[in-house]
Structures are given as C-alpha cells and as structure tokens.
C-alpha cells in the first residue's frame, strides 16, 4: 500500500500542521492493568481525534492531482467528517458529510464549524455511505472512503511516531471502525520491522470485523448496537480485513459497560477524557490484564469527542 519513505513523507506533511502527539507510561493505569501501560495521546490533535491526520493526506493529493474538483463528500460517525472538513478547508475544498439521524449533536456541530456541509440520512453509518455515494454521483462530488490507501498512510503516522518514541512493545490494542488505525499499525509496525503483537478491538454490539476474522471472509451484521459510535460498523471492508487477517494476532471484543470503565479509569487515573472508541484499548487490556501482566503494552486513545450528555448517561449516573 505504501512505503517507509511515503509513511516519513506523510509524517512531514502532518508536522507541517501540528506536532506529534504525546506517548505516556501512567503509573496508575500499570498499577490498574499490572503492565507497564503506554497510551499514544491522539485526542491532543486540532480535531481531537487521530483521523485528521488521514485527512490531511488524502486532501494534499486530492489539491494537487484534482484542483478543479467541485467538491468531496463523504459519511461519518464524526471524527472522519472532522477531519476531511479540517483538511478541506486548509486546501480550498468544500465538503459535504452525509451523517445517520440521530447522531452526536456535538460532532455535528463540530464538523459544521469546521466548514463542512451536512446532511442526514438513515439510521446507522452504513445507510449514510450508501447515500453518500449516491449524492456523489447525483452532484458530480468526489466521494472519500472511510478506508483508502491515502488515508491508512495518514493514520499511520502516530504509529510511527509512537514505535519510534516509545520503548520496545509486546503488545498495541487499537480499535476498528472501518479500519484505517489498526491497518496504519500494522503497516507501520512491519515497515520498522518490529514484532509487536497488534490487537483490534471491537464492540460486542457492533463486532462484523471479530467475525469476520474468526470466519477467514468479510460477515456483515443487521446491526451494530454501540454508544461507542467510532466502532457502530456493520460492514467490513474487504481490503482492511485482508490486512488485519495478515497482521493482527486477535481481536477482542468489549461491552459497552467495560468501556464506561476505562473512560473512568482515564479520567481518574490520566485526567484525559476519552470518547467510547477511544477508551475500547483500554477496555481490552484490562479484561486482559492476567494475560498482558508484566508486558510493556500501548493503548490508542483514539480521540475525546464524547458527547456531554452521554457522558453524564453513561459514565457518570
């Protein structure tokens, strides 16, 4: 898909529009876990998520091989329309995002003050990429996948950063949406030639890429029953699934409670909040803890844009 010098290249490209994000080890989360607990902070980027970095790649080549476009569109949960409406504003691009009825009141916000366009349609994120696609061609707009190479290399820069930064790991827990960060983790771990296990991780609610792994092909499901809407996919993609079957030693599945826990157990013991994907790492590790104890573990704090009312709902009642 790509290269160690296209990975570098797209690092410049995103250090030209913020630094790299922080890696720590929290004492209190090894005390929690009984590993030493490394977490790659992608919730300090402009967008509070690790998906602008994917943007911001796709966007620089769309600007320069396309600059006629008329426009891009896309669907999203929201960290993936943030992100293309950051990029597209900083290339001259506008951008249109087709989000489910229904979803967050603050990521709809945030992706509007980020100068997208928005338009809501179906129920979950899987009804709204098939009229994104539809309106794509209807309105002559280029449609921008969840999962494309530009995108993977993209993502895949705070998984060079953190491999670079960090001590030698065992193990990196990293949630699935659609993809795009667990296959920038594998890419970037083989590209350095590291052997790090690389562990996905799902929604018991929302597990199409658990399945599909166990079952060697792509199953879809009827529904993907999640507050962490990060990971509410029903439908994997064929090109991510052929890279995590390659390179991901397992995928662990995690309720909805057990993330509640470890967005607690981010807060008290880091003071970072963390969004239900974000926190999902977390979640796995910790119903892992016997089998990582002693291990020197990374968790992806994949993005904080966690609703104020679920929060209160979900971790707080």
């Known amino acids: 898909m790509f290269d160690l010098p296209a990975l570098e290249a797209a690092a410049r490209l995103v250090h030209g529009v913020f630094p790299p994000t922080p890696q720590y080890a929290w004492p209190l989360l090894a005390a929690r876990t009984g590993a030493e607990v490394w977490v790659k902070h992608e919730n300090h980027t ?12 796709y966007m620089d080549r769309l600007a320069r091989e ?148 166990a079952a060697g092909r792509v199953v879809t499901t009827e529904a993907a029953v999640t507050q962490a ?4 996919t029903r439908v994997p993609d064929p090109g991510a699934l052929a890279i995590i079957m390659k390179g991901a030693a397992r995928i662990v599945t995690v309720t909805d409670d057990e993330v509640a826990e470890a967005i607690r157990a981010y807060w008290q013991d880091t003071h970072n909040l963390a969004e239900g994907a974000g926190a999902a790492p977390l979640a796995a590790l910790m119903q892992e803890r016997e089998r990582m104890r002693g291990k020197r573990v990374a968790t992806i704090l994949c993005g904080g844009n966690i609703d104020l009312d679920l929060f209160r709902n979900w971790i707080l009642a």
């Open 229 to 232: 809407d990060g990971m509410a």
């Open 46 to 57: 402009p967008t509070g998520a690790f998906k602008v970095r994917g943007g911001l790649v």
């Open 66 to 213: 396309r600059p006629g476009v008329a426009g891009v569109i896309s669907a999203t949960r929201g960290n993936h329309g943030q992100s293309l409406a950051y990029a597209g504003a900083r290339s001259g691009v506008p951008v249109t995002i087709v989000v489910p009825r229904g979803n967050s009141a603050e990521k709809n916000a945030a992706m509007r003050a980020q100068g997208a366009t928005l338009v809501e349609h179906g129920a979950d994120f899987d009804a709204a990429r098939e009229e994104a696609m539809r309106l794509a061609g209807e309105r002559g707009l280029e449609f921008a996948p969840s999962f494309a190479p530009d995108l993977v290399c993209g993502v895949a820069t705070y998984a060079l950063e953190l491999f670079r930064a960090a001590p030698k790991l065992d193990a990196l827990y990293v949630p699935i949406g659609l993809g795009s960060g667990i296959c920038g983790c594998i890419m970037a771990r083989d590209l350095l030639g590291l052997t790090t296990d690389i562990i996905g991780v799902q929604s018991t609610g929302a597990d199409a890429y658990a399945r599909s792994f």
